[in-house]
């Protein structure tokens, strides 16, 4: 029997375009939650769920935040993300952990690049959603256009339950196409007093031809809707929600809500279907994971009486203490508590759980099956770490990482500095799997790198204010990669003495180009049976490490395939160190012979800019050895859609804005490492 208080969970993500408005109808949920008393502001730098001072200044969301809040008999854990490709990472983990999403879209921009981003991620992770179009008070907002792109952009399948009464400055209100009502939120009570008024005459026919085609795009879905639909049966409300929500979790609809939460208008309905039709624990299918003893696949039943199963999705280090985000999958936790995670094969201690509020925290005693908790405790815990019972243990798949394309070069003032700075940066690299550092050989300068500027900014900006740390930083620079562009084959035997022992190995392999933007592949074509593993092994682990360092710059390399063709032994000799040593020095061979090129980030760009600009735009692009894609119209002006390389893009928010007297906008994001 599954548990009642599991039914009355949502665990959902606000997930869109930066600005759309995430951080806005969370404040909403919160004050009509009662979580809050009064209403923040994110350009006033007083959003709840924007907390941290590098948020309030600029006035977006970094880093995600989560509350928790009620909402008639339900439980609602929110997690509010950024919106801003810089900090996507932020975007994957959550979704990786929450049932449902809410898509939130902007009246005028619609679809914009980072919701299609961040949309794909979700459908990735199988995570059922609902859209909400926002803005709707903003001047050329177009609710009909909105869901026409959710159809083009996001291959969705909207189900309209809203329509507008009036669009941009005319915009009053929501009308509900089940109740047939039309909700006027009244401002004087910050939309907490909602007046319903019947529908006139023309409402009521647009109303109704909306509610005829949802209930066409249910009898497709439904066969109960479908049968009473031909009989040309009455279909209760009840029915239809009921189909609504079955469509919703099964992926294959997503409802359609509207209004403007700046203006306090369409937030309670929203709420409403959160509840609705977003799944609870229970709804969705049970995380699968596989038995770190035996490799084999395991599955725990979603229930605070099955073993113990969490998964750590973000690190967070508060006043010097490591806080681990976790969504609990099956079983229970009290706080005292040691678990095994068996990503690092060791027992940590839960010293304190809790739930959170954006910057605040609440103790509990004890934490279940469904429910997202930070704990306290968790020496050395990273994203993406599963926990569970040393009896029982499971390890689930981890959160898949992003590849920085920007780095700089950091140096302390002193060495004083220097042992503070890598004691803070050791923090940072743990709360943000994005971030990487590593020395320059040659210069013994700190190497940081990340997804973008922006994040290489925040990062040395947490440094300076949190960490005091007094260094210099480098200008950005583009992170390269390495591939090959021909086949190439090469051996290697080692034989040699290493402490008292001889050491023997021989590998012949083949490197072979498979598209630049393609992972490695690694395989055996010589028959391995009768090999000791453990050599096998070696060889491979050997050439995935080599292809971590090409042999023009030691960048990573990427779209080449090795084919390990021949091995040889010499029977009281061969040993793994043997075989390793051979096929590095086999494959760097390969790989000098292959035709070595360097790959660049290439970014995808969207600009958006008035109608005259345009020359000046597409001109501008060539000068930065880019292509343009295509071009087309929105909202009065044009979009051109390009690639370019990184390495000329930096400082092109100052290049468009002079090319464009100020009126040009861009959103950049990287689409791959290639060559233009
Ligand atoms: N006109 C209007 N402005 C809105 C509305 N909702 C939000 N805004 C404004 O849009 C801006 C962005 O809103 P946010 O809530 O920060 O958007 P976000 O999606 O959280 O953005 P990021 O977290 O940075 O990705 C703020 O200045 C809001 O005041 C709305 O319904 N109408
Ligand atoms: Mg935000």
């Known amino acids: 029997m599954a548990e009642k208080y599991l039914e009355k969970i949502r665990n959902i993500g606000m997930i869109a375009h930066i600005d759309a408005g995430k951080t806005t109808v969370t404040e909403r949920i919160l004050y009509y939650t009662k979580k809050i008393h009064k209403i923040g502001e994110v350009h006033e730098g007083t959003a709840t769920m924007d907390y941290l001072p590098e948020e309030q200044e600029r006035g977006i969301t970094i880093t995600s935040a989560a509350t928790v809040c009620r909402w008639k008999d339900k439980t609602i854990n929110i997690i509010d993300t950024p919106g801003h490709v810089d900090f996507t990472i932020e975007v994957e983990r959550s979704l990786r952990v929450l049932d449902g999403a809410v898509g939130i879209f902007c009246g005028v921009g619609g679809v914009e690049p980072q919701s299609e981003t961040v949309w794909r991620q979700s459908d990735h992770y199988k995570v059922p959603k609902i859209a909400f179009v926002n803005k709707m008070d903003r001047i050329g907002a177009d609710f009909f256009k909105v869901v026409e792109e959710l159809k083009e952009k996001l291959n969705a399948n909207p189900l309209v339950l809203q329509i507008p009464e009036g669009q941009g400055e005319e915009f009053k209100g929501v009308i509900d196409i089940l109740r047939d009502k039309l909700l006027i939120f009244d401002p004087d009570t910050k939309g907490e007093v ?10 009521k026919k647009e109303a109704r031809k909306w509610r005829e085609k949802l209930i066409e795009q249910l009898a497709d879905l439904n066969e109960k809707i479908l049968e009473k639909f031909l009989a040309e049966e009455e279909i209760s409300i009840k029915e239809i929600k009921e189909a609504i929500r079955e469509a919703t979790i099964s992926l294959k609809g ?11 208008i369409g937030i309670q309905p929203l709420l ?33 009486k099955a073993p113990f199963s969490a998964l750590v999705f973000k690190t967070t280090f508060e006043t010097g203490r490591l806080l681990s985000w976790i969504r609990i999958y099956s079983g229970k936790i009290k706080a005292g508590e040691s678990v095994y995670n068996s990503t690092q094969d060791k027992m940590q201690r839960v010293a304190r759980i809790f739930t959170l509020h954006a910057d605040k925290k609440e103790r509990l005693d004890e934490a279940k ?20 019972s040393k009896e029982d243990p499971i390890l689930l798949e981890r959160i898949s990482a992003y590849r920085p394309v920007i780095s700089m070069a950091i140096e302390p003032r002193n060495s004083q500095e220097e042992n503070k700075l890598l004691d803070a940066l050791s923090k940072m690299l743990q709360e943000d799997p994005t971030l990487a550092m590593e020395r320059d050989e040659d210069t013994e300068q700190i190497i940081l790198s990340g997804m973008g500027e922006l994040h290489l900014e925040v990062v040395l900006e947490r440094l300076r204010r949190y960490f005091n740390v007094d260094f210099r930083a480098g200008k950005p620079q583009v992170v390269y990669r390495e591939t090959i562009t021909k086949k190439a084959s090469a051996y290697d035997e080692f034989n040699k003495e290493l402490g008292d022992n001889l050491h023997y190995g021989f590998v012949s ?26 050599w096998i092994d070696s060889i491979y682990q050997s050439i995935k490490d080599g292809l971590q ?67 000046e735009v597409v001109s501008l692009i060539g000068m930065k ?10 909202g009065g002006g044009k979009i051109i859609k390009a690639f370019a390389p990184l390495s000329k893009l930096f400082g092109f928010s100052t290049d468009l804005r002079s090319a464009t007297q100020g009126r040009g906008n861009f959103i950049m994001k990287f689409e791959r490492f290639g060559t233009c």
């Open 194 to 203: 909602i007046q319903e008024f019947e529908l006139n005459e023309a409402q």
């Open 369 to 388: 099956s469904g429910q997202i908790v930070a704990v306290a405790g968790l020496k050395d815990a990273r994203t993406g770490d599963t926990l569970c």
């Open 549 to 615: 360092s090409g042999v023009l710059k030691g960048y990573p390399m990427q779209g080449v395939k090795v084919a390990v063709q021949s091995l040889g032994e010499i029977k009281e000799n061969s040993s793994e160190i043997g075989y390793h040593m051979a096929a590095s020095s086999a494959l760097k061979k390969a790989l000098e012979k292959a035709g070595p090129i360097l790959l660049e980030p290439i970014m995808n760009l969207e600009i958006t800019v008035p109608e005259e600009f345009v020359g």
């Open 509 to 534: 392999l083949e490197v072979e180009p498979i598209g630049e933007d393609k992972d490695n592949v690694i395989t055996f074509v010589v028959n391995t049976e009768g090999w000791p593993p453990q």
């Open 254 to 264: 997503v409802p359609v809500f509207l209004g403007a939460a700046l203006k306090n």
């Open 272 to 304: 409403d279907g959160i509840c609705d039709y977003l799944p609870s624990p229970l709804d969705v299918a049970q995380i699968q994971g596989i038995d770190p003893r035996t490799k084999e696949k395991k599955v725990f039943p979603i229930s605070s």
């Open 625 to 634: 050895g880019g292509k343009i894609e295509n071009m087309f119209d929105r």
